[in-house]
């Protein structure tokens, strides 16, 4: 051997004694890599054959699955309970072609090539349900008739890796009609209905075999999200995607030559009717069932399962404050009406909330006539507004900021402003120059006189001392919810934005609760054979300063005392406050003793729910106040379920004694104020205020109805800074603001200038 090789030889000897070099390469050669692959490969091969042999195709079990739900009131007696599911079987030769083929276009248009599965799909199904991520599309249109009709719901590794299995044995088992045909009867389309047949009545009101092309396209697109993409209930959001869903499924027949191109371009969205209760719902059991539901939908239990049965709910309800607040509503207000011989009554629509404040239990709800009737429950719709019920959200975030007039003046309830009709505001962007009720003007009155009279013009300028922005948000912290009608405008200070009882009487109870946020809540307990669910606590941390809250308490008390809600006043201490919207839509009186807060609200609605209308004159001649029946009905209702009454004192810690206004001449009742009632005794004097704009009639209604009201006609404000009320639509706001004004800055009910809050004068 020469030297060289020599030389080669030690060298590779010395590469073969490193530690760790040529060792690791060796244990890791590409050769043992793909032995290594392709072992596992043919383990798992082996693996899935031994399960497909191993894993029969059960019997159907969706409807076996189904059973009752059981509803019980607070103290344990049933409420209600669900009975027979809601499906109907029909043949795929009852369901047009085409409406067949919106499905196949919507969840699978390979259905009838494929061998049943996705196994992309079902792969990152897989590895998201490991990694936590929760649900994924892409199944096909056999695996979700397979977890419908065979499995169930559960995302858990082990269940896709059975509807795996059972889809590829369905699939080579069965045709692919009896598959679809499966699908589309056992698939959930919300609103309680399984299956094309009662899809088409919940939805359209006929049977699947009279369902066009866009109707279908609907209901295929409601499968991916049956809650959200119900038209009647769903918001802004929920409603452009199932329109896009819908144009989706349409485009996509054309594409595969299913739907000519000239009949898909004249198709129109068609919006579905708006729902009905379910038989046994009748009364106000229906509206306490859904407003149960719709809380544990709130709290992670999807509509479907609920839908499902099996669940035993127990309500906060109070069997006997429930009868008493239904009885209150019919003595004050449908013995009054004559809902079948007066057009103008059939408009009337009153709702109502009750919580105690220091537990957040929701104690009495009012939805409406009979959720069979009207199903849209008015105890928890925002569509209307609030009005001047907000005007203690703007007092309360003025104590809570500090916020001083604009001549440095800090706010509270001795705080003097100038209460002239139309006076512009001082310090806004926006013009606004609100007209009080009657266009009166009051002179220089303090923050509680204000609110016992519910001055617009005083309140125009609060707002804007405070900043609308931080109101808001005040607003936003006692409960309310945000959405359409909020701008950050002067005329938000008139309650312009959408509120329902539900969640004014989730503000008041905050307020009645020195502060502490409390959230209506109305499932007490919810127990399922598979799971319970747990509710929070209703009662959070400081929303605000308990001297804030006990301010605004003790300023509503005049309210009631001596001001627009002087019919509330009963054998208890109480603090409310009066409103009435623009156009006379809506009247309101939110209230509440030491141990209950109560929300009464009525509704202008057009007898087919499809918009709002004026309350004036469908109850008595002229308006509608806040004063009046909504008064009368919390009154009764609050004395009722107080046992007759209370001895019970609010507990409150204020910032300033109050001081009592001095009366200016213009504060004496006018001929048409004095008072009468029920109990013919005189009443304190009480002054009301308007709407801004123009009203519909002139307030010439009942004297014990001080008109509180609020708002503006016709959008108002410049940029949308009033709602015009808005239409509904099966329940929800179509239009509902306003972007009137002019280049000027001027508008109904509005003039250009600006004013502030002045200087108490010298004693």
Same mark, same amino acid.
């Given at each position: ?7 080669? &030889? ?5 590469? #073969? ?7 690791? #390469? ?79 276009? &919507? ?184 407003? &149960?539901?719709?809380? @544990? ?61 220091? $537990? ?16 849209? *429950? ?34 509270? @309830? ?61 607003? @936003? ?22 509120? *329902? ?83 006379? #839509? ?9 141990? @209950? ?85 005189? $009443? ?42 808005? $239409? $509904? ?35």
């Amino acid at each position: 051997m020469g030297r060289a090789e020599e030389r080669q &030889a030690r060298q590779r000897g010395a590469r #073969r004694a490193k530690p760790g070099g040529g060792g690791i #390469r060796r244990f890791f050669t590409w050769r043992k890599v793909l032995g290594t692959f392709l072992g596992l490969c043919l383990a798992m091969m082996a693996a899935f054959i031994v399960v497909y042999i191993l894993v029969p195709v059960p019997e159907g079990n969706a409807q076996a699955q189904m059973q009752s739900n059981v509803y019980k009131y607070g103290n344990g007696k049933i409420l209600a309970r669900t009975g027979k599911v809601n499906r109907e079987i029909v043949g795929l030769e009852k369901i047009p072609q085409d409406v067949q083929k919106t499905f196949i276009a &919507a969840e699978n248009k390979t259905f009838y090539q494929d061998s049943g599965i996705d196994l992309k799909g079902t792969a990152r199904g897989l590895l998201n349900t490991v990694t936590g991520k929760g649900k994924q599309g892409g199944s096909t249109i056999t695996q979700q008739y397979v977890k419908n009709y065979y499995l169930n719901q559960d995302q858990t590794v082990s269940r896709k890796l059975q509807e795996l299995v059972i889809s590829l044995k369905v699939d080579q088992q069965k045709d692919k009609n009896e598959i679809l045909a499966g699908y589309i009867n056992t698939s959930y389309y919300g609103r309680g209905a399984y299956g094309i047949q009662a899809a088409a009545q919940a939805y359209y009101r006929i049977d699947a075999q009279k369902l066009n092309v866009a109707q279908g396209a609907y209901l295929a697109a409601l499968l991916q999200a049956p809650s959200q993409y119900d038209w009647a209930v769903a918001s802004d959001t929920g409603k452009k995607l199932v329109t896009e869903r819908w144009n989706y499924v349409l485009n996509n027949m054309v594409e595969e030559g299913w739907l000519d191109a000239s009949e898909r371009a004249g198709l129109k969205f068609p919006v579905p009717k708006a729902p009905k209760a379910a038989p046994g719902m009748e009364g106000q059991t229906g509206y306490l069932v859904e407003a &149960a539901n719709e809380e @544990l939908e709130r709290q992670g239990v999807s509509e479907k399962d609920i839908k499902a049965g099996g669940w035993t709910i127990t309500l906060n309800i109070d069997e006997k404050k429930q009868k008493a607040l239904t009885k209150a509503v019919e003595d004050q207000l449908e013995a009054k009406l004559d809902r079948k011989g007066d057009k103008r009554n059939v408009t009337v629509q009153a709702g109502a909330t009750s919580v105690d404040p220091k $537990t957040g239990h929701v104690v009495a709800l009012y939805g409406g006539v009979s959720a069979t009737e009207h199903w849209l *429950s008015n105890a928890t719709r925002r569509d209307y507004q609030p009005a001047s019920t907000f005007k203690p959200v703007v007092l309360a975030s003025a104590l809570e900021n500090g916020s001083v007039t604009q001549d440095g003046r800090k706010i509270g @309830l001795n705080t003097v402003y100038d209460g002239t009709s139309k006076r512009p505001v001082e310090g806004s962007d926006v013009p606004f120059a609100p007209e009080n009720e009657d266009d009166r003007s009051y002179g220089p009155v303090t923050v509680q006189k204000a609110t016992n009279s519910s001055i617009n013009s005083v309140y125009a300028q609060m707002i804007v001392d405070v900043g609308p922005d931080r109101v808001k948000k005040t607003a @936003l912290d006692l409960g309310m919810k945000d959405g359409k009608g909020w701008p950050e405008q002067p005329a938000m200070s008139l309650g312009t934005m959408g509120a *329902s009882p539900w969640d004014m009487a989730g503000v008041y109870a905050t307020l009645d609760n020195h502060g502490k946020k409390t959230t209506p809540t109305i499932v007490k307990s919810a127990a399922h054979r598979d799971r319970t669910v747990e509710i929070p606590d209703p009662i959070g941390g400081q929303a605000i300063s308990r001297e804030a809250a006990d301010t605004v308490t003790e300023a509503m008390t005049g309210v009631v005392e001596s001001g627009s809600g002087t019919n509330a006043l009963g054998d208890y201490h109480a603090a409310g406050k009066t409103g009435t919207s623009e156009n006379n #839509r809506s009247a309101w009186f939110v209230g509440y003793t030491p141990e @209950l807060v109560t929300a009464v609200a009525l509704f202008g609605e057009k007898p087919d729910g499809t918009g709002q209308v004026t309350l004036t004159d469908a109850i008595n001649p002229g308006r509608a106040n806040g004063g009046g029946v909504p008064a009368q009905i919390w009154k009764q209702y609050t004395t009722g379920a107080l046992g007759g009454g209370s001895d019970t004192e609010f507990d409150l810690e204020i910032s300033e004694p109050v001081q009592e206004p001095e009366e200016s001449p213009t504060d004496e009742p006018t001929e048409t104020e004095k008072p009468h009632g029920p109990d013919d005794k005189p $009443t304190k004097t009480r002054e009301p205020d308007r709407p801004t704009g123009t009203p519909d009639s002139t307030p010439t209604g009942d004297p014990t109805d001080p008109g509180d009201s609020s708002g503006t006609d016709s959008g108002g404000t410049d940029n949308g800074g009033t709602t015009d009320g808005g $239409t $509904t639509d099966g329940g929800t706001t179509d239009g509902g603001t306003s972007d009137g004004g002019t280049d000027s800055g001027t508008t109904d009910g509005t003039t250009d200038g600006t004013t502030a809050g002045i200087k108490p004068p010298r004693r």
